[in-house]
């Protein structure tokens, strides 16, 4: 059975950088795209990007704005999340989701990680 686990997150200044990663067990990996979602407090649950399963194709929520990248390696069974440029309003918890193809809607996707928490002070 697939899992997922993230990492990278933590406590930065704005203009800061992070980087993120989401690992997954099981070989099938390659065979989904991969989401990030993010799910600030107070708020609800949000895209913010997603890699197709070749990592060929990308999508990336209008807020990112050029700050942040989204990147595979399959060899690796990981996913990544570069953040950069990172502003108060990017603190929430980020999650890691496959599903079978480049969706948005959280409904979509099988299976999510349990999280790694981004703050961003100002």
């Known amino acids: 059975q697939l899992q997922l686990v993230e990492s990278g997150g933590g406590l930065v200044q704005a203009g800061g950088s992070l980087r993120l990663s989401c690992v997954s067990s099981?070989?099938?990996?390659?065979?989904?795209?991969v989401a990030w979602f993010r799910h600030p407090p107070g708020k609800e649950r949000e895209v913010v990007a997603v890699?197709?399963?070749?990592?060929?194709?990308?999508y990336y929520n209008d807020f990112v704005e050029g700050r942040f990248t989204i990147s595979r390696d399959n060899a690796k069974n990981t996913v990544y999340l570069q953040l950069n440029n990172l502003r108060p309003e990017d603190t929430a918890m980020y999650y890691c989701?496959?599903?079978?193809?480049?969706?948005?809607?959280?409904?979509?996707?099988?299976?999510w990680g349990q999280g790694t928490q981004v703050t961003v002070s100002s």
């Open positions: 099981g070989r099938s990996f390659a065979n989904y795209a």
């Open positions: 890699i197709s399963m070749t990592g060929t194709s990308t």
């Open positions: 989701a496959l599903g079978p193809s480049l969706a948005r809607r959280s409904e979509a996707y099988l299976v």
